[in-house]
């Protein structure tokens, strides 16, 4: 940090020095993390899948839909054109 940032409450510093020691306390310092790295660089790979009733593929497609466009948007050229 430069200056006295980290001395002072008028910056938002303290709050992320308290939030990252309180993480580290409880989620066991960066073991978890040195874990994740080593199987990752191991090349170890996990099945990512999450089962679904079917009626979640109509709440989906109500819950998010497609934003309108602005008239006042325009794509940008391509670099090949």
């Known amino acids: 940090m430069h200056g006295g940032i ?6 938002d510093a303290h709050l992320h020095l308290r ?10 310092g960066d073991a978890p ?4 790295f080593d199987r990752t ?5 996990r099945e990512n899948s999450l089962d679904l009733p079917p009626e979640a593929e109509e709440l989906r497609t109500q819950s998010a839909p497609t934003p309108p466009r602005s008239p006042h948007w325009t794509r940008r050229p391509s670099a090949t054109s």
């Open 33 to 36: 993390a040195a874990d994740v």
């Open 19 to 28: 939030r990252a020691l309180v993480s580290a306390a409880l989620l066991g």
């Open 6 to 11: 980290g001395y002072t409450w008028e910056h």
């Open 41 to 45: 660089a191991a090349d170890a790979t």
